[in-house]
């Protein structure tokens, strides 16, 4: 607060006044006016008086509505990226996505206070996704970072009043579910041997791929040091981040164990033959900047294969395994899937929980030696 006198270039003066009142609870929250030629020193006194009374009153009135939208996110951010946060682990990568999710499909939200969001809000949040041609997955998960988020708040009693986030309960379908493209045995052969004849650069990294099952970034941050000849076991224990152009953990945050076949030591031991430096595949310009699934598309299609991803050769390593009829329990540990869900999917894409279910069904009548069939007589039409 402050009253200031100007004097003019006529001599005449007058005075200032500028009045700035902030919450001492919640920061955010600021109200400030400036009044200007006011001419008696008194008056502005008076003035100042009236609306420092004015603005309490909206302090105290918005205080009551409590945190606006974007103080709720900063304050999720820095919590859960605190050092002793015991809850969940999030990758830095997670939160900055989640943050930046968030400012873009709920920006009108911002400067609200979070517990007058409302479920209109909250839809036309959802509608705005598709309004811009993004996919129903897209929608369903910025749907669930903002249960997330807000349920944090609630939790936390940042957010006081309101037992539900806006978008608690809005249906979202995902119609006409797509089987992914999956290769069989001879296709993930034809690959192998086409790219091997052509003297492919990535021919090493796709064999590795599809002989271990390990992730995209897993498989760059590969060492020898990783590699176990004489047990047969590579340490699957961090992987690259390009976004970050640095090495972290594993997905899952913990190290596991990928058995090493006779065809995959064999591949290896070629690999450690031409290899100079401390990773096991070739570095790949291409590669690091994370163009991987184009190279591959591009060289199926060339060959007459499914234009598959890269992630797909992950997906064609588990239901191998798993219709071979290696347990689902060892494939999920050699894979690193935390959960059974993940493991799911990967039993439905192999079909061995379907397979031999009918095998018992027996309705259609086999002919007998000796029996003659029933005479059912002539139909009259």
Partial sequence: MAITEITHENGNKTFEVYVNIRSKTMSHIRFQKRLKGITTKSEAVRKERLIQRD??????????????????????????????????????????????????????????????????????ALDQVLIEGKSKGLQRRVKNTINLIYNWAIEEKLIRGIHNSPVYGLKIIIKNEKRPEILTTDEIRKLLLEANLNNHEWYYIWAVALLTGMRNGELYALK???????????????????RLNSFKSTKAGYWRNVPISDELKLLLLELKAISKIEFVLPRISVWKVGNQAKV?????????????????????????????????????????WKDLKTMAYYLRLSGIDERGAT??????????ENVLPINLGTTHV
């Fill in 296 to 336: 591959l598309k591009e060289f199926c299609d060339l060959i007459g294969l499914p234009k598959i991803k890269f992630h797909t050769l992950r997906a064609c390593f588990a239901t191998q395994l798993i219709g071979s009829g290696v347990e689902p329990i060892k494939v999920m540990k050699i894979c690193g």
């Fill in 55 to 124: 603005l309490s009153s909206k302090v105290a009135q918005n205080e009551g509505y409590g945190f606006s939208w974007r103080i709720i996110l900063r304050r999720w951010k820095e919590t859960v990226t605190c050092e002793g946060y015991q809850y969940r682990n999030y990758s830095p990568v997670t939160v900055k996505d989640y943050i930046s999710m968030m400012s873009r499909w709920t920006s009108d939200w911002l400067d609200k206070p979070a517990s007058e969001i409302t479920r209109g809000d909250g839809r036309d």
């Fill in 224 to 242: 020898w040091s990783d590699v176990d000849f004489e047990n047969k076991s590579i340490t699957v224990q961090r992987a690259f981040n390009k």
């Fill in 359 to 368: 095998d018992n069904l027996n309705f259609i009548p086999r002919m007998v």
